[in-house]
């Protein structure tokens, strides 16, 4: 299955407006009540993707002075499928001059004998804001996960912020050693971008005491942009940790 969905944001008189809210195959968007000058969009899952052999593409665009806020209704669960083929999840993220992103999708979650490659690429302007939040589960509950290959790339302004990737489950070198994630099956991001932290650079900072409950790591970014990365059990515990960073740096993915 190849299947598209794009959602285009545009300022109109102090409120934002959708001019694109196209999705086909597995993607269904809802719009969702708008908040102040947010416009927020819900994506819902008609069918069970990504499966083997799936191309799946999601593109945003947040045009000059928009506000938008993104999520989904439910985990997305990549599925083997009836073929061993691997599946393909690509998002596009575009945010211009004075917009502002919220992408919050609910986990993902990689079940066993599935096999997704997942690309996200962030063109921000030099005064676009942006919120992002990931998180991934490791195979459902008793159950070893697939292959997981995700990249990250962000650029700001032109210039390369962010280029990261990560390979986790069967045939990945050392994912579950003591360098990566020692044992934990949970594993999430969240990377703010904003002008407004220019002016004050947080110093690299640890959450959780426990390395057996999960641990996060704050690390400030040239950009000016701040990622906290962290490691769980489980998706709760996964949470809660994201969940103190932003407390501590007021950093909210609510899209407040």
């Known amino acids: 299955m190849r299947a598209i969905a794009r959602i285009t944001a545009t300022a109109v008189g102090g409120a934002t407006a959708l001019p694109v809210l196209d999705g086909d195959g597995p993607f269904e968007l809802r719009r969702g009540r708008s908040y102040g000058s947010q416009a927020r969009v ?3 899952g008609a069918m069970s993707a990504p499966l083997g052999g799936d191309r799946l593409r999601i593109e945003v ?19 083997r499928g009836p073929t061993r083929e ?9 945010v211009a001059e004075g917009a502002r992103l919220h992408w919050l ?25 942006l919120v992002l939040r990931e998180e991934q589960v490791l195979g459902r509950a008793h159950e070893p996960p697939g292959r997981l290959t995700g990249r990250l790339t962000v ?8 280029d990261q990737q ?15 994630l ?6 999430g991001q969240l990377l703010v971008v904003d002008p407004a932290l220019a002016g004050e650079r947080p110093g690299v900072r640890l959450f959780g005491g426990d390395p057996g ?6 690390t400030p970014l040239t950009g000016p942009a701040i990622l906290v990365t962290a490691v769980a059990p489980d998706l709760l515990a996964l949470r809660r940790l994201l969940d103190a960073a932003h407390m501590i740096y007021n950093v909210k993915a609510d899209g407040l």
């Open 166 to 180: 990560t390979e986790y489950g069967p045939g990945a070198a050392s994912w579950d050693g003591p360098a990566v």
């Open 213 to 218: 409950a999960g641990e996060a790591v704050l």
């Open 42 to 44: 819900c994506v819902l």
């Open 182 to 187: 020692g044992g934990h099956r949970a594993v």
């Open 61 to 79: 665009t947040a045009e000059p002075g928009a506000h938008l806020h993104v999520t989904s209704a439910a985990a997305t669960v990549a599925l």
């Open 155 to 162: 650029r700001r302004d032109g210039r390369l912020l962010l």
């Open 105 to 129: 999708p609910k986990p993902l979650i990689s079940a066993a004998r599935s096999n997704l490659r997942q690309t996200c690429a962030v063109d921000l302007a030099a005064t676009a804001r």
């Open 86 to 94: 691997h599946a393909t999840y690509d998002v596009r993220l575009t």
